[in-house]
T-cell receptor
Framework: DSGVTQTPKHLITATGQRVTLRCSPR?????VYWYQQSLDQGLQFLIQ???????AKGNILERFSAQQFPDLHSELNLSSLELGDSALYFC??????????????FGPGTRLTVL | GDSVTQMEGPVTLSEEACLTI???????????LFWYVQYPGEGLQLLLK?????DKGSNKGFEATYRKETTSFHLEKGSVQVSDSAVYFC????????????FGGGTRLMVKP
């Protein structure tokens, strides 16, 4: 158990809908990362937050957004969902955003299925 | 940009066989290198890491050495067990490029009794 929690574990929804994925980092970790794992794209970095502020952006679609709250939990919002958004979404956390304390620990993931 | 290339799987071995999963990378500067493992139906677990050239990461009988001259970080284990069956991901990050991980495509290992 990494100490990173994600809810829900599974999510099934329809095209055009909006969903919110939630992540709680390990106790004491300030940085949160979101990754998408799909069969065709593999594991891809989406976005990083550090202590409430956006730190880095990867291949994140404009239909997706995220935020990190004062209690350090994070939410990933996916809107206007398409079939191709079906994937496993992972959250990871680290103490800080670089260096030896920047090692990332992953949650169990949320499996999103868009029908 | 940064990239990581892993040998394609699946790799099928008998129990107690030796394992090598090749990983090479392309990155500017001095990345940190990682191996993560994903067991069926689970998330990613950090297996081992190395943060500078010639460092050796080790954990649970697995080892990998950071070779800057060949830009490689091959994963090795002397004697695999059925419980090692999983997907293994090689990854890197560079602190100066943000801390995001760049992953290889993953290698599925199947160990038969």
């Amino acid at each position: 158990d990494s100490g990173v929690t994600q809810t829900p574990k599974h999510l099934i929804t329809a095209t055009g809908q909006r969903v919110t994925l939630r992540c709680s980092p390990r106790s004491g970790d300030l940085s949160v990362y979101w990754y998408q794992q799909s069969l065709d794209q593999g594991l891809q970095f989406l976005i990083q937050y550090y202590n409430g502020e956006e730190r880095a952006k990867g291949n994140i679609l404009e239909r997706f957004s995220a935020q990190q709250f004062p209690d350090l939990h994070s939410e990933l919002n996916l809107s206007s969902l398409e079939l191709g958004d079906s994937a496993l979404y992972f959250c990871a956390s680290s103490v800080v955003s670089a260096g030896s304390l920047g090692t990332q620990y992953f949650g169990p993931g949320t499996r999103l299925t868009v029908l | 940009g940064d990239s990581v290339t892993q040998m394609e799987g699946p790799v099928t071995l008998s129990e107690e066989a030796c394992l090598t999963i090749n990983c090479t990378y392309t990155a500017t500067g001095y990345p940190s290198l990682f191996w993560y493992v994903q067991y069926p139906g689970e998330g990613l677990q950090l297996l081992l890491k190395a943060t500078k050239a010639d460092d050796k990461g080790s954990n649970k009988g697995f080892e990998a050495t950071y070779r800057k001259e060949t830009t490689s970080f091959h994963l090795e284990k002397g004697s695999v067990q059925v419980s090692d069956s999983a997907v293994y991901f090689c990854a890197l990050n560079r602190a100066k490029a943000g801390n995001m991980l760049t992953f290889g495509g993953g290698t599925r290992l199947m160990v038969k009794p």
